[in-house]
């Protein structure tokens, strides 16, 4: 938002989770949804999940480096078109590392697995822990378009406590340490809120994790 009457903080909400407000600059966040658009294009493009109980999640997703389905990961788009995931590409790898660095002030393992929710007005994610890696690297997620309510909570319950933060176009949010299995979720999502410039009708939310596959 410009002309801010109070910057946004900074603000650990958690052990081993931080939000970092403005992180990603506007030619970045251009950058990262001419990316985004390609990666979304088939083969192995975006796609609707289908949960184990015969439900779909509304928001959709594409992934790179390895193909995340409920619940684990494969080499091709095995609930999808079968053809194999696209490669994670080395630069937005070390995106995600000065992300952890910057955030955390860690070193991660190198990133290889990249998550990419698509949200339109209506789509919401239930509350749910990054529990199918190996590694216990911290997740990155980077925001891009429409602002929404990031909930994050605690590792042993869906339910409360949780924190409510307001993440917007260029956030970053990182978890790991005691709070990498934490649960969290996004119940609202505020369409028309993402700046004019960038776009983008809706909201897109980048994860970057260390599977240890």
């Known amino acids: 938002m410009d002309a801010e009457l109070f910057p946004r903080d900074r603000t650990e909400v958690a052990p081993g989770a931080v939000h970092v407000p403005d992180w990603l ?6 950058d990262l949804l001419a990316a985004c658009r390609e990666w ?24 790179l480096g390895l193909h995340w389905y409920p619940y684990g990961y494969a080499r091709t788009v095995v609930d999808g078109d079968g053809t194999p995931v696209k490669p994670f590409p080395e630069w937005l790898g070390e995106l995600g590392s000065r992300a952890a660095r910057d955030a955390l002030g860690v070193t991660p393992p190198p990133y290889d697995i990249a998550l990419i ?27 891009l378009g429409d602002t929404c309510v990031f909930r ?3 590792t042993e319950t869906r339910t409360r406590p949780w924190t409510d933060v307001e993440l917007r176009s260029g956030d970053l949010f990182v978890f790991g340490g005691p709070s990498r299995l934490a649960h969290h979720g996004v119940p609202k999502v ?7 410039e960038l776009g983008l009708t809706g909201r897109l939310n980048i994860t970057l994790r260390v599977g240890g596959l």
Not at 190 to 196: D, R
Request: glycine share 12%; aromatic share 6%; charged share 20%.
């Open 190 to 196: 505020y369409p028309g809120t993402a700046p004019p």
């Open 40 to 63: 979304a294009r088939p083969p192995a493009g975006l796609r609707t999940v289908r949960t184990p109980g015969g439900g779909t999640m509304t928001a959709r997703q594409v992934c």
């Open 25 to 30: 600059d506007a030619p970045l966040q251009r």
């Open 152 to 154: 994050f909570g605690n």
């Open 117 to 143: 929710n698509f949200y339109d007005g209506d789509a919401r994610m239930g509350m749910h822990r990054d529990s199918d890696e190996k590694a216990d690297a911290p997740v990155v997620s980077l925001s």
